[in-house]
């Protein structure tokens, strides 16, 4: 089992900045992604940024540019810099953790990013 407890997000103005992180805790595996899904108000959950345990990065289109993802693999802690938030960047950010070897994946609880115009 892996525990994952977020924090960050809340409400800005557009062309503003957020931190979000998340810690996990529990069977951390050695090979494994953390990382930011988010969904939108009647849109599908999707990919904002993801990173491995070596440092490979995945990031969407529509953040590219604008949003840093880290991770500190001593404290099993993932980050994600949001800069130049746009309105449309408001949804629910959901941690995410992927484990290669076991197959196994842990989403955390959500947390609220608003942007406003």
């Known amino acids: 089992q892996v525990q994952l407890v977020e924090s960050g997000g809340g409400l800005v103005q557009a062309g503003g900045s957020l931190r979000l992180s998340c810690a996990a805790s529990?069977?951390?595996?050695?090979?494994?992604?953390m990382g930011w899904y988010r969904q939108a108000p009647g849109k599908q959950r999707e990919l904002v940024a993801d990173i491995w345990t070596g440092g490979r990065t995945n990031y969407a289109d529509s953040v590219k540019g604008r949003f840093t993802i880290s991770r500190d693999n001593v404290i099993h802690t993932v980050y994600l810099q949001m800069d130049s938030l746009k309105p449309e960047d408001t949804a629910v950010y959901y941690c995410?953790?992927?484990?290669?070897?076991?197959?196994?994946?842990?989403r955390g609880q959500g947390t609220q990013v608003t942007v406003s115009s």
């Open positions: 529990g069977s951390i595996g050695s090979d494994n992604a």
């Open positions: 995410n953790y992927y484990d290669r070897l076991l197959g196994t994946n842990y």
